[in-house]
């Protein structure tokens, strides 16, 4: 399993130093995502202070930016890194799209379908010169002059990733890209009832099996020094299972447990601005259900048993300011890197 760390984004200064410092604690790759900051941004810092580690968005928000400029924001930090990037884009919800990013929200699956092969299509231009066409039902391309073509590359084009919640993401991840980003959100009985089917599904499409795809994981991670910590791990937990399960679009998560009502209320809450009375809908069992809990010396297995049938790569993180934290640290993410997909 590739163990990946995450960089700062309240600060694009600090980001040269966690980077270095990622690098040389034995981690995989970075993940930084899009949330009040430029993950593309980042990364090209990230790829300048590194030269082994992967870097990938988790994920870029796409759907308010054309696919040209996307693709030209990954070729150009593909060549950079000398081939180290992936591209990890999700749609977000309606509402950020429409309200916060002013764009119009149409279709999302079939929108994302359209965004990932005209990606492929503007890449093939670049790369080998060729005229440009591209004729999808959300997205058409079909200029692409000598002058604007950045030109080959001696790399592999991206890989693409696309985060997933309901059935049609999952199918297209496995018909169309080379990684799947299932939501932080999810439940071992979401995932083997309703993610990696039509994960398969897609996969069959193409030819393909699980075997072929990279499926990353993590989710809520629970973890303490001793029953104390865990106790307070567990408490932030349940305030984050809250925000999510407020969230509409992932209401078929709540559905498949008998939570669907819970979602709604919350949701009803966060309408309201009563943000601190919604962790009180979340249950000890909903934690437990959502989150992966134990200490630090118990986690790798945790997330062996719950995860290694199927992930190849994880987000981890624990403090490190504590005498021999790097150190234990450095043997957790050793541990994980020996978890082996079944």
């Known amino acids: 399993m590739k163990v990946f760390a995450s960089i700062p984004r309240d600060d694009i200064g600090k980001v040269p130093d966690r980077a270095q410092w990622v690098e040389d604690m034995g981690y ?30 988790s994920i870029a928000v796409v759907f308010p930016v054309s696919p040209m400029t996307t693709a030209y924001m990954a070729w150009e930090l593909q060549k950079y890194s000398q081939g180290r990037f992936r591209l990890g884009m999700g749609s977000q919800v309606k509402g950020h799209i429409e309200r916060r990013f002013s764009t119009p929200w149409n279709a999302p699956g079939p929108r994302m379908r359209d965004y990932v092969l005209s990606l492929k299509a503007i890449w093939d231009s670049f790369q080998n010169g ?8 959300h997205y058409k391309f079909s200029l692409i002059t000598p002058h604007f073509n950045p030109g080959p590359i001696e790399y592999p084009p991206p ?6 919640v309901g059935p049609y993401m999952f199918r297209l991840a496995g018909e169309h890209c080379d990684g799947v980003l299932p939501h932080g959100f999810m439940t071992p009985k979401y995932m083997d009832e309703v993610a990696l089917p039509n994960l398969e599904k ?20 629970v973890m303490g020094e001793d029953e104390d910590e865990l106790g307070e791990a567990f408490n932030a937990a349940r305030r984050r299972i809250a925000f999510y399960a ?31 009375e919604m962790p009180k809908l979340i ?11 134990g200490t630090y010396d118990q986690i790798v297995d945790k997330v062996s048993g719950r995860y290694g049938r199927y992930a190849t790569q994880m987000g981890f993180s624990m403090p490190t ?22």
């Not at 393909?208 to 991670?221: A, P």
């Not at 509409?248 to 919350?266: A, N």
């Not at 909903?286 to 992966?292: G, L, P, R, S």
Request: charged fraction near 30%; aromatic fraction near 8%; proline fraction near 2%.
């Open 159 to 164: 890989k693409i990733f696309i985060a997933a």
């Open 283 to 293: 249950t000890d069992e909903m934690v437990e259900t959502f989150a992966t809990i």
């Open 130 to 137: 060729g005229p440009l066409r591209f004729d999808g039902e």
């Open 202 to 221: 897609g996969l069959k499409r193409s030819g393909r099996t699980l075997k072929d795809i990279e499926i990353s994981t993590g989710g809520f991670l």
């Open 28 to 57: 995989d790759g970075i993940n930084t995502n899009e949330d009040f900051s430029s993950p593309f941004m980042a990364l090209t810092l990230a790829a300048e202070h590194t030269e082994r580690v992967l870097l990938g968005t």
């Open 246 to 276: 407020s969230t509409r679009t992932y209401k078929g998560v709540m559905d498949i447990h008998g939570w669907g009502d819970v979602c709604l209320e919350l949701n009803r809450l966060a309408s309201s601005g009563t943000w601190d």
């Open 321 to 342: 300011d504590a005498p021999g934290g790097e150190s234990r640290l450095k043997e957790k993410i050793r541990e994980l890197q020996q978890i082996d997909r079944l």
